[in-house]
T-cell receptor
């Protein structure tokens, strides 16, 4: 079974609005990463947050991690039409850190 | 720009054929991964490798096999393709457990 579940499955917002995506996972992790995928192509890494970190920023991206709830969120501020893509969280678990397990993804549509 | 390459990008083959999907990276990464992804759906880990001569099966049962004879090369082979193998196959690599993964552009396989 997949390690991560993402919520919502799909999100449609207006350009300029903020987009928030959530990821929940099942087992203890070493780190959690967020990736973006355009039109079914290869994934591009966005940000990595370690299990001892609570929040990270990168440009318009803000990621939080709550290990007690086994959840993470990705916030994209001031969204643009070019942010339209699928967003996935991925975890490296403590039992086998070399595995990288992806969640089910959130499909984001930013309307111009 | 990620230095990880997959060939071919698209492949249409007949049932029963043997095929090999190629994946090469020039970054010297030890950890490499194969994922299977249906359009718009989640990524499933089917194989991964810690380094040369080490390969492991992922979480999704797959009839494919892999080899890792050289650090830079991680080919995936289907001995006898079936229509159920129709999917996109994504290859990825990373330096270590706490680093980002780089993805190839994928191979879209159709078995007729």
């Amino acid at each position: 079974s997949q390690q991560g579940e993402e919520d919502p499955q799909a999100l449609s917002i207006q350009e300029g609005e903020n987009a928030t995506m959530n990821c929940s996972y099942k087992t203890s992790i070493n780190n959690l990463q967020w990736y973006r995928q355009n039109s079914g192509r290869g994934l591009v890494h966005l940000i990595l947050i370690r299990s001892n970190e609570r929040e990270k920023h990168s440009g318009r991206l803000r990621v939080t991690l709550d290990t007690s709830k086994k959840s993470s969120s990705l916030l994209i501020t001031a969204s643009r039409a070019a942010d339209t893509a699928s967003y996935f969280c991925a975890t490296a678990t403590m039992d086998s850190s070399y595995k990288l397990i992806f969640g089910s993804g959130t499909r984001l549509l930013v309307r111009p | 720009e990620a230095d990880i390459y997959q060939t071919p990008r698209y492949l249409v083959i007949g049932t029963g054929k043997k095929i090999t999907l190629e994946c090469s990276q020039t970054m010297g990464h030890d950890k490499m991964y194969w994922y299977q992804q249906d359009p718009g759906m989640e990524l499933h880990l089917i194989h991964y490798s810690y380094g040369v001569n080490s390969t492991e099966k992922g979480d999704l049962s797959s009839e494919s096999t892999v080899s890792r004879i050289r650090t830079e090369h991680f080919p995936l082979t289907l001995e006898s393709a079936r229509p159920s193998h129709t999917s996109q196959y994504l290859c990825a690599s990373r330096e270590d457990w706490d680093t980002e993964a780089f993805f190839g552009q994928g191979t879209r396989l159709t078995v007729v």
